[in-house]
T-cell receptor, first 113, second 115 residues
Framework: GENVEQHPSTLSVQEGDSAVIKCTYSDSASNYFPWYKQELGKRPQLIIDIRSNVGEKKDQRIAVTLNKTAKHFSLHITETQPEDSAVYFCAASIGTGFQKLVFGTGTRLLVSP | NAGVMQNPRHLVRRRGQEARLRCSPMKGHSHVYWYRQLPEEGLKFMVYLQKENIIDESGMPKERFSAEFPKEGPSILRIQQVVRGDSAAYFC?????????????FGEGSRLTVL
């Protein structure tokens, strides 16, 4: 079945460093790739997304890259801050016609001051 | 504009009891999705509904779980005869009609604990 793999499962960085989280997907028909941030006990919140007709997208300190040939996409956070600490999930759309997402297993990011 | 509203936020049930989780989508949204999140894991798709229709329930366990989204009122995820393995956070999300790819708006989740 459809699968999204995410690495690493945990990531510790110093404040100001960059953080990179990588995901691979299995369904070549996937065309929408969102990233969600989830703080402890809270709902997942969309932080950035990318569609298959775009290779890169940037929003301030956050950027996402997509390689459709290799079926992988990555989240890049620059100048990390302690408030970036959370669990980050990648996801890929499955099928067509509605918004069914398959999520990765999450990356726990810890940014130390 | 209120977001996706879920209740209860926390629910405790004993084994064998029933759990009912409710979700009201964002105003103007007619698509509802239920996801389950086990502790320390990602979100797993359960079911996708439109008003009065189950569109995709491929992620729903075959027994004890059911979902509905009536013409009036919230969507309900029902778990009968709960077992300890049902303990999880259940998130509802909604999206506007006629969407192929776009943001899902998640509720704050309902955390079910089965004793």
């Amino acid at each position: 079945g459809e699968n999204v793999e995410q690495h690493p499962s945990t990531l510790s960085v110093q404040e100001g460093d960059s953080a990179v989280i990588k995901c691979t997907y299995s369904d070549s028909a996937s065309n929408y790739f969102p990233w969600y941030k989830q703080e402890l006990g809270k709902r997942p919140q969309l932080i950035i997304d990318i569609r298959s007709n775009v290779g890169e997208k940037k929003d301030q300190r956050i950027a996402v890259t997509l390689n459709k040939t290799a079926k992988h996409f990555s989240l890049h956070i620059t100048e990390t801050q302690p408030e970036d600490s959370a669990v980050y999930f990648c996801a890929a759309s499955i099928g067509t016609g509605f918004q069914k997402l398959v999520f990765g297993t999450g990356t726990r990011l810890l940014v130390s001051p | 504009n209120a977001g996706v509203m879920q209740n209860p936020r926390h629910l405790v049930r004993r084994r064998g009891q029933e759990a009912r989780l409710r979700c009201s989508p964002m105003k103007g949204h007619s698509h509802v999705y239920w996801y389950r999140q086990l502790p320390e894991e990602g979100l797993k798709f359960m079911v996708y509904l439109q008003k009065e229709n189950i569109i995709d329930e491929s992620g729903m366990p075959k027994e004890r779980f059911s979902a509905e989204f009536p013409k009036e009122g919230p969507s309900i995820l029902r778990i009968q005869q709960v077992v300890r393995g049902d303990s999880a956070a259940y998130f509802c999300a909604s999206s506007p009609a006629v969407v192929n790819t776009g943001e899902l708006f998640f509720g704050e989740g309902s955390r079910l604990t089965v004793l």
